[in-house]
């Protein structure tokens, strides 16, 4: 029987569920990526992301041209490039993991009908979370809307099941020295219509083991403390490998409670701490898998949440200002530089520059959504665009639209002596750590002996902070009245 395996977010070979069942079922395996025109047309995605992408892809196939399998790719239409190849090399059947954007879900519908009018077998797995939305519900059998809730169902579920990883199929790891397959070109970044930008991560599955194995042997041990600190290397910086599915989210979790279990210096606080974040994901998965209208508007409208600022030249300067890291408040600017020349930013920043955008600047939360997607090298639409919503107090959050991030005090809290600042925005660099987290209140002569000038060399605040904070809570309190 010869099957192909259509991969797509899942670039690796060790814990890929549709890869496994190929190996098992069939005497022919041909892996299948497809370059979706139409979505790359769109430009949801930015350069970084897809430069990753196309890196991890690079290496997939390398592996798999080592174990005797030639990584076959196409480029146009999805349904009409998969169904065409389908028939082109007579498969029987086809594999895939699924995928739970709205978009996808009505991709992968397609397909399918279509494969099975051509007397095609489809067999679909679970491998880009744990658990899926139809796995964790509620009393009453309807999905979680609340973190809380879905996370105490998450472990137990996890208790219950304990889902274990699965090895690289058998044939591939069995297959002999000079069975390897020939490497077939894949189409440069530049070739889909993109720019390719310099990775500060390097792509692929070994990179992801590597760079896990790293983690679990030395920052998680005071990852509670050290996830908010973005001056120091604190966190997994895994979310592009779970982006492209180089790795897997159950091997992580495996292998971090297995660090747990090994016993050592790492804490239990610290080590929950961090599959926190995973269940996190999790959930925003299942958000946007029961509820995809959030892909395109709030989980629930607040009609007590002031209105954002309205479109026109005061919008566009403030907006600019923002996408520059240009608004007079450095721990805003370092994290938007971060964004702009690395393609990804600090979690404990993601926050505060969002509350900025929303709650300072009175824009709208989807403009920034849609920025940080347009940079990131880890942009998922479930992650991204439920980070937003929370932020905006439009999401599942039960918090009023009034949690509102002072960057100065941010600034001080976590990054004291200004480094993380002091990296991304390099006219700041002498000025001393009493003043770095409010420039702008330096007197002539400190600027000058800082060489800093404030409004020439570094901008002053674009919005006073406390005033724009109040307006923002008048705003809200009027509507409350009405």
Not at 243 to 272: K, N, Q
Not at 310 to 338: F, H, I, S
Request: with cysteine; glycine share 8%.
């Amino acid at each position: 029987m010869r099957g192909v395996v259509w991969l797509r977010r899942d670039l690796r070979l060790q814990d890929q569920p549709a890869l496994t069942a190929a190996c098992a079922e069939c005497d022919e395996v041909i892996p299948l990526f497809v370059f979706d025109d139409p979505i790359l047309r769109a430009q949801q995605l930015g350069s970084p992301c897809v430069t990753f992408m196309v890196s991890c892809l690079a290496e997939l196939a390398g592996a798999l041209a080592d174990h005797g399998r030639a990584l076959q790719w196409r480029r146009g239409n999805y349904l009409e490039e998969v169904v065409r190849f389908v028939a082109d090399v007579k498969a029987d059947v086809v594999y895939w993991n699924r995928d739970y954007e709205p978009v996808g879900i009505l991709r992968d519908r397609k397909v399918q009908q279509a494969l099975i009018a051509q007397n095609v077998a489809v067999r679909t797995f679970k491998a880009h979370v744990v658990f899926e939305a139809e796995e964790i519900r509620g009393s009453t059998g309807n999905p979680l809307q609340r973190y809380s809730a879905y996370r105490t169902r998450w472990w137990a579920k996890w208790h219950a099941a304990t889902p274990s990883p699965l090895l690289a199929p058998s044939k591939l790891r069995g297959a002999r020295a000079g069975a390897s397959a020939p490497r077939i070109a894949l189409p440069t970044v530049e070739d889909l219509g993109y720019q390719t930008v310099p990775l500060w991560i390097t792509p692929g599955e070994q990179e992801a083991q590597r760079r896990l194995r790293w983690f679990l042997d030395g920052p998680v041990h005071s990852y509670a403390t050290g996830r908010n600190l973005p001056a120091i290397d604190g966190t997994s910086k895994l979310s592009p490998h779970f982006r492209f599915g180089t790795l897997s989210v159950r091997t992580a979790v495996h292998a971090a409670l297995g660090t747990l279990a090994a016993g050592g210096p790492v804490s239990r606080r610290d080590l929950l701490t961090w599959i926190d974040e995973l269940i996190w994901r999790e959930f925003f998965q299942q958000i946007l898998s029961a509820f995809p209208q959030v892909a395109s508007g709030p989980f629930r409208g607040k009609d007590a949440l002031p209105r954002p600022r309205p479109a026109g030249a005061k919008w566009n300067r403030l907006y600019a200002a923002w996408c520059e890291g240009q608004t007079g408040y450095p721990l805003v600017d370092a994290g938007m530089r971060q964004l702009n020349q690395t393609g990804w930013m600090h979690n404990r920043v993601r926050m505060v520059v969002a509350s900025f955008l929303i709650k300072d600047l009175r824009i709208e939360w989807q403009s920034g959504e849609r920025y940080f997607m347009q940079q990131l090298i880890d942009a998922d639409l479930a992650a991204n665009n439920g980070n937003w919503q929370w932020a905006a107090a439009t999401g599942t959050d039960s918090m009023p639209g009034y949690r509102i991030f002072n960057p100065m005090l941010q600034s001080k809290k976590f990054d004291p002596e200004g480094a993380y600042i002091r990296q991304y925005v390099p006219e700041l660099a002498a000025v001393p750590m009493d003043r770095i987290h409010a420039p702008h209140l330096m007197r002539p002569d400190e600027q000058a002996l800082a060489g800093c000038r404030i409004g020439r060399n570094y901008p002053a605040p674009i919005v006073d902070h406390q005033q724009a904070r109040d307006e923002y809570l008048a705003l809200g309190k009027q509507l409350v009245r009405k």
